[in-house]
């Protein structure tokens, strides 16, 4: 995978924050996530478990939840994935295992990351069922 350029990175950033700001207006944590190929935006999503009653509906499992739906393919190799903040743990797993190209966020999660808890799934390479682990980057912006 090319690395995004930074102007998408840029883009796709202030539209995960602002994701994550409608969200915080619901009620919600302040998360918000998309999905892209080339720059192209596949689907979004911002955190929704306490108005769905589902602990599951983080924004970045809405996104790809969307965006497997969106392509009607279960694996998104070669997307990447944006987030205002680090996956969490349950994120990650899901990332991994939708094979995702890349993670870029704005803010690490330290207790609870993917990246920077003591249970780093997205970069976890000794797991036989996944691929190699994705291009994963906090960004500065």
Known sequence: MSPPS????QQHLRRCRELAAEAARQGESPVGALIA???????????????????????EVVAIR???????????T?????SSHEPCILCSYVIR????????????VPHIGGLTSAYPLLAAADIPIWDAPPLSELLDI
């Open 97 to 108: 295992h939708t094979r995702l190209a890349g993670v870029f966020f704005g803010q690490f």
């Open 37 to 59: 190929l080339e720059g192209v935006v596949v689907a979004e999503g911002r955190e929704g478990s306490r108005q769905a009653q589902d602990i599951t509906c983080h924004a």
């Open 66 to 76: 969307a965006a497997c739906r969106a392509l009607n393919q279960p694996k998104l």
């Open 6 to 9: 930074p102007f998408w990175h």
């Open 78 to 82: 070669g997307y990447v994935l944006y």
